[in-house]
């Protein structure tokens, strides 16, 4: 067959729903080939970058390979910032570029340039392909490294004249891994440790997600009846409604929850990333003792020296983990001195969940204008359900979600916390939507980073998706500005004005609302909850002068 067709037979092999992209005169012959697909769904977007954005959250939520594809040149270097954003934040992407006829590959043309040396640094693997019979290996093996832990991004080169040719070959089917677990001596030291400790807390992060394995870390936090506390992107893996999870870590400077890892003994991280939050913020001392159990190997740090470390499956590492603590508990024999030590550890963490949940409950009834950021997020949480998904920008209001949003599921709260890249909630919504069409999506953006891809507005209207985008209105680079004004007493070249966002809305087929008070936010909200086929935007103005929270350090209530 016609290698356009072969690729994209490969493709549906690969269980392929959704191609995000735009064409270009170098991908015809593969959009031909797409067309004609009983099983693929070409999403014609604005632009590659919110293109690969929909593929990362797409793959995030489906926990298969998202798809991307844009044109050479242009197109290809488009992609990166979405490309680079999924392979930092571990999640499973395939970016797939047009190219030029491979006689001029070597020499200057028109749009041309190497697209393998620039997605190098920001890919698990990227290659050229460059004849017909090579597509089954090269596609098979571009899906299975994006899928491997660490997920991640791969790309596909595939030039105009290399579409074109023949091929008998047919797509290769993929196989399930082996199963690997912990060996028995590394269960028995895990043990021994945890049982040993005074004042142990679980860390949990993205790999919790990644592996699906929230229900056995739930149930190996209940048996223990440790401590724990998540990673911006590990919001949901233990329910914020646990009586003994401390919420979000991440925020050096305002965290109340490094209160808890500074007073532990043992670290217990399960699927915890280095990308997520830097250990030398909780281990700067070096003398935490720390298990590690993820699915592959230990980062290297100076701050993170697992004195366990254990890499395999996660739920067949935790449920063998409460066996073996279910083995050795009674037999462990605790003195009156460590028994003290335990329950003085742990009435400070019990403080200390209470103090997260004051901090998030103790503006619910405020009422002022412009909106506290924790009044908006209450009234946003309290306006969705369980399931439903709310999709994080970057920006001031990042933080606040991350400390402030209840969560109780998994992949329920998505935040982009390994590249942080702005412009990342309003196309990874329609990606969201998308891959769960059933539950309600809401973005959160700030006014900066909502209009770097305001344009996709069109995407979603065109779709009929029913995303909500709430924008914080302040008019400023918040974290920056903030941050400025914190080091050097003024802040410099953050401050902006913003456009009608109701005629903006409007303009694109949305609908849109502009709301001058938090009674009527509570109310325009739940009405936008009820919208079927129509994505509605609501902007608001933001009490930004909160934002110097997230930056000092945090003190207790007395």
């Keep these: ?25 170098e991908t015809n012959d593969l959009m031909i ?116 832990e660490k997920k991640g991004a791969t790309h596909l080169d595939l030039p105009v004249d290399v579409a074109k040719m023949k091929s008998f070959l047919k797509p290769l089917r993929s196989k399930n891994g082996i199963v690997s677990g912990p060996t028995p001596s590394m269960l028995q030291d895990a043990t021994k440790m945890i049982l040993k400790s005074n004042a142990p807390v679980i860390l949990i992060g993205n790999g919790c997600i990644r592996n699906n394995a929230s229900n056995s ?19 949901g893996v233990i329910s914020d409604l646990s009586p003994t999870h401390m919420g979000t870590i991440g925020i050096k400077e305002s965290d109340y929850a490094l209160h808890a890892l500074k007073l532990a003994d043992v670290v217990i991280s399960i699927g915890y990333d280095l990308v997520e939050y830097s250990p030398k913020n909780w281990n700067g001392s070096n003398l935490k003792k720390i298990i590690h159990i993820d699915s592959t190997s230990a980062g290297v740090d100076n701050y993170y020296n697992a004195g366990i470390e254990i890499s395999g499956d996660l739920n067949l590492t935790i449920r063998l983990l409460i066996n073996s603590i279910k083995k050795y508990q009674n037999k462990f024999q605790i003195n009156s001195i460590n028994r003290q030590k335990i329950n003085s550890a742990k009435a400070r963490f019990r403080k200390i969940k209470e103090e997260v949940d004051w901090r998030i409950e103790q503006f619910r009834g405020d009422e002022s204008y412009p909106i506290k950021p924790e009044k908006l997020i209450h009234e946003v949480r309290s306006a969705l359900s369980s399931k439903d998904i709310l999709i994080s920008d970057v920006g001031a209001h990042k933080l606040w979600i991350a400390k402030i949003y209840k969560t109780f599921s998994p992949n329920t709260c998505i935040i982009s916390n390994g590249f942080c890249s702005m412009g990342f909630a309003l196309p990874g919504s329609i990606g969201a939507q998308l891959a769960c069409p059933s539950r309600k999506v809401v973005a959160m953006c700030g006014d900066g980073g909502f209009l770097m891809n305001v344009q996709e507005l069109e995407t979603a209207v065109r779709l009929q998706l029913p995303i909500i985008i709430i924008v ?48 009527e936010f509570s109310y325009v909200l739940r009405e936008a909850v009820k919208f079927t086929g129509t994505p509605a935007v609501i902007a608001i103005d933001i009490d930004a002068d909160r934002n110097e929270l997230l930056f000092r350090r945090d003190q207790f209530r007395e």
């Excluded at 072969?6 to 270009?24: D, Q, R, W």
């Design 1 to 25: 067959m016609k290698a356009s067709d072969l690729f994209v037979k490969c493709l549906e092999a690969e269980n392929v729903e959704y191609i995000f992209g735009i064409p270009g005169e």
């Design 33 to 148: 080939s797409i067309s004609e697909s009983e099983t693929i769904k070409f999403i014609l977007v604005r632009h590659e970058q919110a293109a690969a954005f929909m593929a990362d959250v797409y793959g995030r939520l489906t926990n298969k390979v998202g798809v991307c594809l844009a044109t050479l040149g242009p197109g290809a270097t488009n992609l990166t910032t979405g490309v680079a954003s999924a392979n930092m934040d571990r999640s499973p992407l395939l970016a797939i570029t047009g190219q030029t006829v491979i006689t001029q590959m070597h020499k200057e043309s028109h749009q041309n340039m190497d697209p393998v040396t620039m997605f190098t640094p920001i890919t698990k693997w990227t290659w050229s392909i460059r004849d017909a019979d090579g597509i089954p290996e090269i596609l098979r093996r571009a899906f299975k490294i994006a899928a491997e």
């Design 217 to 235: 870390i739930r149930r190996f936090a209940a048996l223990t009846g440790i401590y724990s506390m998540n990673t911006f992107m590990g919001k």
């Design 472 to 519: 914080w209105c302040d008019s400023d680079l918040g974290v920056i500005s903030t941050k400025q004004r914190l080091e050097f007493g003024r802040s410099v070249f953050t401050n902006f004005d913003n456009p009608d966002f109701v005629k903006l809305a409007e303009s694109f087929g949305a609908k849109g609302y502009r709301i001058t008070s938090t009674d």
